[in-house]
């Protein structure tokens, strides 16, 4: 199993920033991609930002330019930094890893429990 922790989320006026970390444990498990998705009330969530463990990146053009997604392989670790947002960002953010079994290499993905950002007016 692998836990993933949360923080970083809260109320920020547009044009603020906030910083977003997450940061798996668990025994057996060899992490790949780490990411952040979100979703908006009444909306489908959606992939923000993604970075695997040798370094590819990808993101949402929505946030291309002001987002910044980051890793620290070693305690497991990846924080979205947030800056210029908008009210459109709003949303409950949740922190996604693709793992895999070191004994039998099954994937397995996992979530966090979701930290809400709110960006005002």
């Known amino acids: 199993q692998v836990q993933l922790v949360e923080s970083g989320g809260g109320l920020v006026q547009a044009g603020g920033s906030l910083r977003l970390s997450c940061t798996a444990s668990?025994?057996?498990?060899?992490?790949?991609?780490m990411g952040w998705y979100r979703q908006a009330p009444g909306k489908q969530r959606e992939l923000v930002a993604a970075?695997?463990?040798?370094?590819?990146?990808n993101y949402a053009d929505s946030v291309k330019g002001r987002f910044t997604i980051s890793r620290d392989n070693a305690k497991n670790t990846v924080y979205l930094q947030m800056n210029s947002l908008k009210p459109d960002d709003t949303a409950v953010y949740y922190c996604?890893?693709?793992?895999?079994?070191?004994?039998?290499?099954?994937?397995?993905?996992?979530w966090g429990q979701g930290t809400q950002v709110t960006v005002s007016s």
């Open positions: 668990g025994n057996g498990f060899r992490i790949n991609l």
């Open positions: 996604k890893a693709e793992a895999r079994q070191i004994i039998t290499t099954t994937r397995v993905d996992y």
């Open positions: 970075a695997t463990s040798t370094g590819i990146i």
